[in-house]
């Protein structure tokens, strides 16, 4: 029995340290996004904050004693596959939205010779 409680208390403790991670992982993209002054590296911060809500919400799904809904001969706990199908949308339409502001900054650096925010609203300010 003992053992039992050890396990689910390292389990929680397991739990708390991954969520605390995501978490982390959310704010230095929120923060990279705040602070970068170049236009690459807020892209890349938003990319990092998006994967850290996808970990938090894979984190979030997860349990123990569920497995793939795959038919098997034994009755077992099916984990839902609708919120699989949501993270892999959101993978697919982060990567197209990444992908699309790579396209905006290449194009403004045909324009100005850096990528500094600060630089380019002086050299676009009427």
Known sequence: ???????????????????ASVFATI?????????KRNLVMKI???DVMSTGVIGYYVVVASRNGLFAPIVSDRPVAYADPVPQAVIL?????GLSIQALMLVGVMKLAQDNPTLETSEIEKANTP
């Open 44 to 46: 890349i911060s938003m």
């Open 27 to 35: 704010l230095f993209g929120f923060f990279g996004i705040i602070f």
């Open 1 to 19: 029995m003992s053992v039992l409680v050890s396990d689910l208390v390292q389990l929680g403790v397991m739990i708390t340290v991954l969520e």
């Open 89 to 93: 949308t959101a993978i697919v339409i």
